[in-house]
């Protein structure tokens, strides 16, 4: 497999390829691009299979990039970033990999696993950029599609039809306001990281609740909540007092 490092730091790309050449024996660095004129004509040169990308470089982005590539990525992109910074979001939506500086060689090493599965089953890269790029274009993050991995590839959904999601082991199910339900392989935990600061709130060990979906509260030892489809979830005691503060609003 081969891959390109976009970096406009000559010392970072230089480390990441040290890093990789010891940890990751399988891939090849063709080539290393500190701008992103320049990465377009060796991406389009090499075609790599990974291209690693600064998200910012100088004046420019690595999304400059995609922009270009935008109708015609045929590689996974891994993301690398010194700062967490708003991107970062929408990149997690749109189920693209990143890694932080300075990168673990761990995650380093998982991220590139990751992406070497993706291109065995052969998981569409450019719907993945379309997703992100648009997601980007948005005002506010309640306004992102998130990619849900399925069966035939990835569905994107808009986060404000989520009703609720449902954990189940290391699977959670996600209810729609569409009455439509999708089963993923990940960890409500996840959900939970991903969604909480859009408007969704743990009420529950097994639910992970769209706090603009819900209709009612019922008093209890913790208490229940009615959606906006009728449906009734039940809320834990240390969690009641929580959500009681989410949903109040003081009256102007």
Known sequence: MKAIIVDDEIVSCETLKILLEENCKDLKIVDACQSVDRAVISIEANRPD???????????????????FKDKASFEVIFTTAHSEFAIKAIRFSAIDYLLKPISVDELISAVKSAEKKIHEKES????????LKNLEQKTTSNYKIALPS???LIFLDVKYILYCEGKENYTKIHTTESKTYLISKTLRKF??????LGFYRIHKTYLVN??????????MGGQVVLSDATILDVSRRK?????????????
């Open 125 to 132: 890269s450019n719907q993945k950029i379309l997703n992100l």
């Open 240 to 252: 009641r007092e929580g959500l009681l503060s989410m949903l109040y609003r003081p009256a102007n």
């Open 192 to 197: 939970e990281d991903m969604l909480s600061d």
């Open 211 to 220: 706090l603009n979906e819900i209709n009612e509260y019922i008093k209890g």
């Open 151 to 153: 069966s035939s590839g």
């Open 50 to 68: 990974i291209v690693f990308l600064d998200v910012q470089m100088n004046n420019e982005t690595g999304f400059d990039l995609l922009l270009y």
